[in-house]
């Protein structure tokens, strides 16, 4: 695996110095964009079995799994379960609501365009979670392909810029108080990354509030996964039993029976164990505040690594063949949960 795992570490320590010299951008990006480039030139995952360029194959394919998933225990480092609990109860309705909303939305506008499963959940979670670290933490749950975690990334990061440019502006017009608009950028920016950035441009108060709320809608991932792969599961077993295998009609059976806490727990991936835990050790005081900023910077280097290794994996024909569907349905979500978060502030009072 060291050939592929090498080509994914270079390509995202570029996409790390381009992300320190312009923050906005992240590290996330500028790692897909220019793994899908080289991937361009050297198309390992077309490539002929004993070529130079498939050699890469395994390497990748471990790195934009196994490490991304890392990436999202980490993030749980920097999460204090008591503050988000604190803040959680002031905007879960608004919170809850905009992730209803967009995940139903994501639904509805993705089978009127025709837009594949996979990629329309992995949109529509990216969108009403956490942009990269859900479309990750979702990804190995539905046994999506690179292509479509390459384009879902790249839809979501489009939508991002736009918020961070257009957001400001928004909440100055709406005459919105600082905690209100930390509340909508908590809510309604996709990846933590642009939800600082929209706040702070903003001011510091939205900033500091903004942060905790998109930290406690980060843990939804978790129902989220659940949900996801109790799904999964029973729609293999309705696949097998319609195609005649006794055991599978069995499984189909209990899958479709009561859903014991222990059969749920089967369901949540490790990592997703892992990123609460994470999150327990430091509100234990277990992590000393001095680790978290080595911590983070690890967690996003993890992500460049693995966002590289997806770039590098992209099929860019298959990119081509889903059209421009996949950024629309991106659009409308965005302008969707926008509009949804704000609704919601105003018939809640919370808006101000």
């Given at each position: 695996?060291?050939?592929?795992?090498?080509?994914?570490?270079?390509?995202?320590?570029?996409?790390?110095?381009?992300?320190?010299?312009?923050?906005?951008?992240?590290?996330?990006?500028?790692g897909?964009?220019?793994?899908?480039?080289?991937?361009?030139?050297?198309?390992p995952?077309?490539?002929a079995?004993?070529?130079?360029?498939?050699?890469?194959?395994?390497?990748?394919?471990?790195?934009?799994?196994f490490?991304?998933q890392?990436?999202?225990?980490?993030?749980?480092t920097?999460?204090?379960?008591?503050?988000?609990?604190?803040?959680?109860?002031?905007?879960l309705?608004?919170?809850?609501g905009?992730?209803?909303?967009c995940?139903g939305?994501?639904?509805l506008?993705?089978?009127?365009?025709?837009?594949?499963?996979?990629?329309?959940?992995?949109?529509?979670?990216?969108?009403?979670?956490?942009?990269?670290?859900?479309?990750?933490?979702?990804?190995?749950?539905?046994?999506?392909?690179?292509?479509?975690?390459?384009?879902?990334?790249?839809?979501?990061f489009?939508?991002?810029?736009?918020?961070?440019?257009?957001?400001?502006?928004?909440?100055?017009a709406?005459?919105?108080?600082?905690?209100?608009?930390?509340?909508?950028?908590?809510?309604?920016?996709?990846?933590?990354?642009?939800?600082?950035?929209?706040?702070?441009?903003?001011?510091?108060?939205?900033?500091?509030?903004?942060?905790?709320?998109?930290?406690?809608?980060?843990?939804?991932?978790?129902p989220?996964?659940?949900?996801?792969?109790?799904?999964?599961?029973?729609?293999?077993?309705?696949a097998?039993s319609?195609?005649?295998?006794?055991?599978?009609?069995?499984?189909?059976?209990?899958?479709?029976?009561r859903?014991?806490?222990?059969?749920?727990l089967?369901?949540?991936?490790?990592?997703?164990?892992?990123f609460?835990?994470?999150?327990?050790?430091?509100?234990?005081?277990?992590?000393?505040?001095?680790?978290?900023?080595?911590?983070?910077?690890?967690?996003?280097?993890?992500?460049?690594?693995?966002?590289?290794?997806?770039?590098?994996?992209t099929?860019l024909a298959?990119?081509?063949?889903?059209?421009?569907?996949?950024?629309?349905?991106?659009?409308?979500?965005?302008?969707?949960?926008?509009?949804?978060?704000?609704?919601l502030?105003?018939?809640?009072?919370?808006?101000?």
């Open positions: 695996m060291l050939p592929g795992i090498a080509a994914a570490v270079g390509v995202g320590i570029a996409a790390t110095a381009v992300g320190r010299g312009v923050p906005l951008v992240g590290t996330a990006m500028p897909a964009v220019l793994g899908a480039v080289l991937a361009l030139v050297f198309k995952a077309a490539a079995a004993g070529s130079r360029a498939a050699s890469l194959v395994p390497g990748l394919k471990y790195a934009s799994s490490l991304l890392c990436s999202v225990v980490l993030l749980g920097g999460l204090s379960l008591r503050e988000a609990l604190r803040v959680g109860v002031t905007s309705p608004v919170m809850l905009t992730l209803a909303v995940l939305a994501a639904w506008y993705g089978r009127l365009l025709w837009v594949t499963g996979p990629l329309r959940t992995l949109i529509g979670v990216g969108t009403g979670i956490c942009g990269a670290s859900a479309i990750a933490a979702v990804s190995p749950v539905i046994e999506a392909s690179s292509a479509e975690i390459a384009y879902a990334v790249s839809t979501i489009v939508f991002n810029i736009a918020a961070v440019l257009i957001f400001p502006v928004i909440g100055h709406l005459g919105m108080s600082q905690h209100s608009f930390g509340l909508f950028a908590g809510t309604a920016v996709n990846d933590t990354s642009s939800v600082v950035a929209t706040a702070t441009t903003y001011g510091s108060g939205a900033a500091g509030y903004a942060v905790v709320v998109k930290l406690v809608r980060t843990l939804m991932i978790i989220i996964c659940v949900a996801l792969g109790w799904l999964a599961q029973r729609r293999s077993a309705s097998a319609a195609a005649g295998d006794e055991t599978a009609v069995a499984d189909e059976a209990a899958v479709g029976g859903m014991s806490a222990r059969r749920a089967r369901l949540v991936p490790w990592f997703l164990i892992g609460v835990a994470a999150a327990a050790l430091n509100s234990l005081g277990v992590i000393p505040a001095s680790a978290h900023g080595a911590l983070s910077q690890v967690s996003l280097f993890l992500v460049a690594v693995a966002l590289s290794a997806i770039g590098l994996s099929d298959a990119l081509r063949r889903a059209g421009a569907k996949p950024l629309l349905l991106g659009a409308l979500l965005w302008v969707t949960v926008g509009a949804a978060s704000l609704g502030q105003l018939l809640t009072g919370t808006l101000h």
